[in-house]
Nanobody, 123 residues
Framework: QLQVVDSGGGLVQPGGSLRLSCAAS????????IAWVRQAPGKEREVLLC????????KYSDSAKGRFTASRDNAKNTVFLQMDNLEPGDTARYYC????????????????WGQGAQVTVSS
């Protein structure tokens, strides 16, 4: 079973950028679809996008379109989320989540989760 640890969160100003990392262990990330999910206080979990096993990306959230980019480096067993032009509404805890299957827009479809990385966007 894949184990993932996400990192790279922090405090950024509006319009700034962050790059989150999701380091995998136990087995190869190449066999898993990796989603990025966020949850803000008082809000439901939101599946932002998903990077498939073949390298394609599906963007489920309008918030991610044009601003967030997922990628993977299978040789390093790591996946990434590049977030640009961040807004205060992006403030949330961000998780990488994996499943040994195809991408899904449902957060409960993913079986391996990181501990989450806090992203705060504020001036």
């Amino acid at each position: 079973q894949l184990q993932v640890v996400d990192s790279g969160g922090g405090l950024v100003q509006p319009g700034g950028s962050l790059r989150l990392s999701c380091a995998a262990s136990r087995t190869s990330v190449a066999n898993y679809a990796i989603a990025w999910v966020r949850q803000a206080p008082g809000k439901e979990r939101e599946v932002l996008l998903c990077n498939s096993r073949i390298g394609t990306t599906i963007k489920y959230s309008d918030s991610a379109k044009g601003r967030f980019t997922a990628s993977r480096d299978n040789a390093k067993n790591t996946v990434f989320l590049q977030m640009d032009n961040l807004e205060p509404g992006d403030t949330a805890r961000y998780y990488c989540a994996a499943r040994r299957a195809f991408c899904s827009p449902s957060d409960d479809a993913f079986t391996s989760w990181g501990q989450g990385a806090q992203v705060t966007v504020s001036s």
